[in-house]
């Protein structure tokens, strides 16, 4: 078990590295009193509960509100991260032991901020493939963002079994209303609530809250742009490498998918469970931590299938079938936009030869074959790779800019080519999944220390005030920075964050790529 000491430690560095400390802030929230830490010109609240702890009966339940507490609490360190079996590759490791007892929140702020001063807030949805993650990873810290001038705020949320889970007993108790599932999911809801009841006490301004996710936090952004229960409770949303899952809904799937309530009977027989009743999930509850989590990681989720699904349509978060539906039909939170994805981004497209390939594109297979007809001559596996990209990230990326853009909302698309000097022999498609993340947090020197070379900092810097000035104002540029112009369909432009670390504004070189796989996908642009 990782002790109070350790888990206090990178921000403890932090606060040696920036001289003497001052008097601790406190702040009334909803739930009591809680102290922070104040140093360097940036105060932190670490560890607050915002909803109870998810265990014994609580285990798959919606989240329950917060216990009160007496006198005052010590925010000074992380909450536990939520319980999860450690990815060994991992590209954030966690900071803090994973735990059951892990719905806790995180507040940065700038030094002497009050109630009434209306920071803008930027609230930060962690990924990790909903199996993994926590928001104690030191690439994570929110202090930059407060030490210019924003309130930053991330959370943790159920991932696994624990945090997407259903079973039929479950379904007949009900006890939450329809709130069945998708427990990460209510997670993020119930703390996007903390924050609009809680943030103007920490002197923000909870009319202007941007969501700020990548990868699987990126899903769980267009979750929150999607459901109905997320109305209100943001104003503009960053997404970095994010894709809109269109897994089968609650009931009903077909062919080989795995309903999510099959996979519950078939983890509880995994543990010699029987049944589907009451004993049945009374047991379920009864099983320990590591049982529940059984070895799920990013790394294990395949060879898994039968017994975790993830995230489904659940008809009351998620009421669409697909979230493409909710995109095309309008049913979406219109906000300014800020959406991209890095170079070597994962991909999930597998072929063995250039007819599978073209193959999964299907009537727009001809329109493919142009499309990738350069990259066609050169190794297969690097055109699949890139068609893999091209589909799980690039294009729906692209599509929901158009969305949004042909409503008359302000998007701005980036895409990251640039690689940190110290793996740019290690990384020959480019900067991999995630390794944007240090960079628009300015948290380089937490993530690679002093292997960085200056055009490093350079981008990091640049990167981070382009997020900032997104964040207060809805629009990325500012004093210094290359211009970023606003997205339009017609010319597909974006900013190209590129390999000599100069950001630069291109039309999208993978233009008639993307075409071919909206073709595929049968995806049209809807103005109203």
Same mark, same amino acid.
């Given at each position: 078990?990782?002790?109070?000491?350790?888990?206090?430690?990178?921000?403890?560095?932090?606060?040696?590295?920036?001289?003497?400390?001052?008097?601790?802030?406190?702040?009334?929230?909803?739930?009591?009193?809680?102290?922070?830490?104040?140093?360097?010109?940036?105060?932190?609240?670490?560890?607050?509960?915002?909803?109870?702890?998810?265990?014994?009966?609580?285990?798959?339940?919606?989240?329950?509100?917060?216990?009160?507490?007496?006198?005052?609490?010590?925010?000074?360190?992380?909450?536990?991260?939520?319980?999860?079996?450690?990815?060994?590759?991992?590209?954030?490791?966690?900071?803090?032991?994973?735990?059951?007892?892990?719905?806790?929140?995180?507040?940065?702020?700038?030094?002497?901020?009050?109630?009434?001063?209306?920071?803008?807030?930027?609230?930060?949805?962690?990924?990790?493939?909903?199996?993994?993650?926590?928001?104690?990873?030191?690439?994570?810290?929110?202090?930059?963002?407060?030490?210019?001038?924003?309130?930053?705020?991330?959370?943790?949320?159920?991932?696994?079994?624990?945090?997407?889970?259903?079973?039929?007993?479950?379904?007949?108790?009900?006890?939450?209303?329809?709130?069945?599932?998708?427990?990460?999911?209510?997670?993020?809801?119930?703390?996007?609530?903390?924050?609009?009841?809680?943030?103007?006490?920490?002197?923000?301004?909870?009319?202007?809250?941007?969501?700020?996710?990548?990868?699987?936090?990126?899903?769980?952004?267009?979750?929150?742009?999607?459901?109905?229960?997320?109305?209100?409770?943001?104003?503009?949303?960053?997404?970095?490498?994010?894709?809109?899952?269109?897994?089968?809904?609650?009931?009903?799937?077909?062919?080989?998918?795995?309903?999510?309530?099959? %996979?519950?009977?078939? =983890? !509880?027989?995994?543990?010699?469970?029987? @049944? +589907?009743? /009451?004993?049945?999930?009374? &047991? *379920?509850? $009864?099983?320990?931590?590591?049982?529940?989590?059984?070895?799920?990681?990013?790394?294990?989720?395949?060879?898994?299938?039968?017994?975790?699904?993830?995230?489904?349509?659940?008809?009351?978060?998620?009421?669409?079938?697909?979230?493409?539906?909710?995109? %095309?039909?309008?049913? =979406? !939170?219109?906000?300014?936009?800020?959406? @991209? +994805?890095? /170079?070597?981004?994962?991909? &999930? *497209?597998? $072929?063995?030869?250039?007819?599978?390939?073209?193959?999964?594109?299907?009537?727009?297979?001809?329109?493919?074959?142009?499309?990738?007809?350069?990259?066609?001559?050169?190794?297969?596996?690097?055109?699949?790779?890139?068609?893999?990209?091209?589909?799980?990230?690039?294009?729906?990326?692209?599509?929901?800019?158009?969305?949004?853009?042909?409503?008359?909302?302000?998007?701005?698309?980036?895409?990251?080519?640039?690689?940190?000097?110290?793996?740019?022999?290690?990384?020959?498609?480019?900067?991999?999944?995630?390794?944007?993340?240090?960079?628009?947090?300015?948290?380089?020197?937490?993530?690679?220390?002093?292997?960085?070379?200056?055009?490093?900092?350079?981008?990091?810097?640049?990167?981070?005030?382009?997020?900032?000035?997104?964040?207060?104002?809805?629009?990325?540029?500012?004093?210094?920075?290359?211009?970023?112009?606003?997205?339009?369909?017609?010319?597909?432009?974006?900013?190209?964050?590129?390999?000599?670390?100069?950001?630069?504004?291109?039309?999208?070189?993978?233009?008639?790529?993307?075409?071919?796989?909206?073709?595929?996908?049968?995806?049209?642009?809807?103005?109203?």
């Amino acid at each position: 078990m990782i002790n109070r000491v350790s888990r206090r430690a990178s921000w403890l560095l932090f606060l040696l590295a920036t001289g003497p400390a001052l008097a601790a802030p406190q702040v009334q929230v909803d739930a009591g009193r809680v102290a922070g830490l104040a140093q360097g010109g940036v105060e932190a609240f670490l560890g607050i509960p915002f909803a109870a702890p998810p265990v014994g009966a609580l285990r798959w339940r919606a989240p329950q509100p917060a216990h009160r507490w007496h006198g005052v609490r010590q925010a000074t360190h992380y909450g536990h991260d939520c319980m999860q079996a450690p990815f060994p590759s991992d590209a954030a490791p966690l900071g803090v032991a994973p735990a059951e007892d892990c719905l806790y929140m995180n507040v940065w702020r700038p030094a002497g901020t009050k109630p009434g001063d209306h920071l803008p807030v930027l609230v930060w949805i962690y990924g990790g493939g909903s199996v993994n993650g926590g928001a104690s990873p030191a690439v994570y810290s929110g202090e930059q963002f407060a030490r210019h001038g924003v309130m930053f705020v991330s959370f943790n949320y159920r991932v696994g079994r624990f945090g997407f889970f259903a079973f039929p007993e479950l379904t007949r108790q009900d006890p939450d209303h329809g709130l069945l599932a998708n427990y990460g999911y209510m997670d993020a809801l119930a703390a996007m609530r903390w924050v609009r009841r809680n943030v103007a006490a920490f002197g923000g301004d909870a009319g202007q809250v941007t969501i700020y996710g990548q990868s699987a936090g990126a899903a769980t952004v267009y979750m929150l742009m999607t459901s109905p229960l997320a109305e209100g409770l943001f104003q503009r949303a960053i997404l970095q490498s994010g894709a809109p899952f269109d897994k089968p809904p609650f009931k009903g799937a077909t062919g080989k998918d795995v309903t999510i309530e099959a %996979a519950g009977v078939n =983890f !509880a027989r995994r543990w010699g469970i029987e @049944g +589907s009743g /009451a004993e049945a999930l009374r &047991r *379920l509850r $009864a099983l320990r931590p590591e049982q529940v989590a059984d070895g799920l990681h990013m790394g294990t989720m395949a060879a898994q299938a039968s017994t975790y699904v993830g995230p489904v349509r659940d008809g009351t978060i998620l009421p669409e079938r697909l979230l493409a539906d909710a995109f %095309a039909t309008g049913k =979406f !939170a219109q906000v300014p936009l800020l959406v @991209g +994805s890095t /170079a070597g981004d994962n991909h &999930r *497209l597998v $072929a063995a030869s250039l007819d599978e390939a073209y193959a999964s594109f299907g009537a727009a297979a001809d329109h493919a074959r142009v499309a990738y007809a350069q990259d066609a001559q050169g190794d297969l596996q690097a055109m699949v790779r890139e068609m893999g990209r091209d589909r799980q990230y690039r294009e729906p990326n692209r599509y929901l800019a158009r969305q949004l853009s042909a409503e008359g909302r302000p998007v701005y698309e980036y895409r990251f080519n640039y690689v940190v000097t110290p793996m740019r022999s290690e990384w020959p498609d480019g900067p991999l999944h995630a390794t944007d993340i240090p960079f628009s947090m300015d948290t380089v020197r937490a993530k690679y220390g002093d292997k960085l070379a200056p055009p490093d900092l350079a981008v990091a810097n640049m990167m981070h005030h382009y997020w900032v000035n997104f964040v207060r104002s809805g629009d990325p540029n500012g004093p210094g920075l290359p211009e970023w112009p606003r997205y339009d369909a017609a010319t597909d432009v974006l900013l190209d964050f590129a390999t000599d670390g100069i950001p630069r504004a291109v039309a999208d070189p993978r233009k008639a790529r993307l075409d071919a796989w909206a073709a595929a996908m049968g995806r049209a642009v809807s103005g109203r």
